[in-house]
């Protein structure tokens, strides 16, 4: 994975200058503190296999590969994309990083209530649906064919809409640019190329309340991902009794 940092051209869109501001805050969320504390989780369960919880080293594991990991890859890929003006393609990534919100929104919550109740029973179905779950036929990493399926999206969001009312919705709209739906990917792929058309009142208008929707749900996630990964580290180390820093 490239550690390269991506920064917004912003004279990418400079019709919409009052995007800056959100670009900026984009590009000053980071993931350092997370990444080193649950670096440190993987590096304490690998060295004891024997007295660390599975499930809890599974949802650790979850947590710093996808949630941060691929949040984060995931975010270079939009902001690149969006540099070069492809617009639809970047905004199928941008639900993709919201659903990892969401992710880490249903991670936290388990974790909270495993430490809370002690079920053990019900915290390993979670970490294992989170670890091995997959649709297509996929094999563990010792071989094997996994056999669980992966917690739905809609049960991730679920917890996501307790905290934010409104997430679901603008989830919805994210949704228009990966589904086949044609009216919000045709305005994308026209304010990709068609200069002229800013010039209609009406376009540019529409436009803009899509890029900053697009831009305003990427900064929700992504500090939202940051506060929720935050949480679920510190948990963890709790739990093991790991002095950090």
């Not at 070069?84 to 990083?97: D, G, K, Q, T, V």
């Not at 779950?133 to 563990?140: D, E, N, Q, S, V």
């Not at 010039?199 to 900064?219: D, G, H, M």
Request: glycine share 4%.
């Amino acid at each position: 994975m490239s550690h390269k940092k991506e920064s917004f051209r912003f004279n990418v869109l400079n019709r919409v200058p009052q995007l800056v501001s959100i670009m900026q805050k984009i590009e000053e969320i980071e993931f350092i503190q997370e990444s080193l504390k649950l670096g440190r989780l993987i590096d304490h369960m690998f060295k004891n296999t024997q007295s660390t919880n599975v499930s809890l080293n599974r949802v650790i594991t979850y947590t710093f590969f996808n949630c941060i990991l691929k949040t984060t890859e995931a975010t270079k890929g939009f902001i690149l994309l969006f540099n070069e003006r492809i617009l639809s393609p970047a905004f199928s990534l941008n639900r993709s990083i919201y659903e990892l919100w969401a992710a880490s929104c249903f991670i936290e919550k388990a974790v909270h209530d495993f430490r809370t109740s002690g079920n053990e029973a019900e915290f390993a179905k979670i970490a294992d649906k989170l670890f091995a779950g997959a649709r297509y036929p996929a094999k563990l990493p010792w071989g094997e064919p996994s056999t669980h399926k992966p917690v739905h999206i809609n049960e991730m969001l679920a917890e996501l809409e307790q905290r934010y009312a409104g997430a679901v919705d603008t989830y919805s709209f994210l949704c228009e640019y990966c589904h086949p739906n044609f009216l919000y990917n045709m305005e994308a792929y026209l304010a990709s190329g068609q200069e002229t058309l800013w010039e209609n009142p009406l376009f540019a208008e529409r436009i803009t309340l899509a890029l900053e929707k697009q831009l305003s749900s990427l900064a929700q996630a992504l500090s939202g991902t940051k506060a929720c990964t935050a949480a679920i580290s510190d948990m963890c180390l709790q739990e093991y009794g790991i002095s950090y820093p």
